[in-house]
């Protein structure tokens, strides 16, 4: 019997990793995961999030090897100002649609599918130290995961009659 190390499943860290290196390298914002311990980073930073793990493309084909899934993410910026904050989410949804970041995804075998609106995730209250503004992205992945104990034909012979 496989022990969970021994599964090979999607890595989701490599989305964090991805989008914190674009975000970084385009923009010069800290992403960071949601949930994290820590002390925050200065604003303006971005906040990353799997909403949606695994959203199967076709119900017959779920759990396959090398299947192709869609997942959805979130970006929330924080910043101290709410314009700066719809700013600088405006910024990076743009770049996510850039063609050299699309080359930079496809590269990971990452797909940007859709791209959802903006929208102000702030809590009104009276006194608020960080406003959040963000969208959500929802992504092709292609599931990594074998199963070690089906044989894999490699070579194939065949007869004519």
Do not use: C, W
Not at 9 to 38: C, E, P
Not at 61 to 69: H, M, P, R, S, V
Not at 100 to 105: A, H, N, S
Not at 119 to 124: A, E, F, I, Q
Request: cysteine-free; charged content about 25%.
């Amino acid at each position: 019997m496989a022990t969970f190390n021994d599964v090979n499943s999607y890595d989701y860290r490599k989305l964090s990793k991805l989008f914190a290196g674009i975000a970084k390298d385009m923009l010069g914002l800290t992403l960071i995961a949601s949930n994290v311990q820590g002390n925050q980073p200065e604003a303006p930073f971005v906040v990353f999030d799997i909403i949606s793990p695994y959203i199967p493309i076709d119900e017959f084909l779920d759990i396959t090897e090398e299947e192709a899934f869609e997942a959805v993410v979130s970006f929330t910026v924080f910043d101290d100002n709410k314009f700066d904050a719809l700013r600088v989410a405006q910024a990076l949804r743009k770049t996510l649609t850039q063609f050299d970041v699309d080359l930079q995804l496809r590269a990971s075998d990452v797909i940007l599918v859709e791209l959802m609106p903006t929208n102000v995730r702030s809590v009104p209250d009276n006194v608020q130290e960080a406003h959040m503004v963000g969208f959500d992205v929802r992504l092709r992945l292609n599931e990594t995961y074998t199963d070690s104990s089906v044989e894999v034909i490699e070579d194939v012979e065949v007869k004519e009659k």
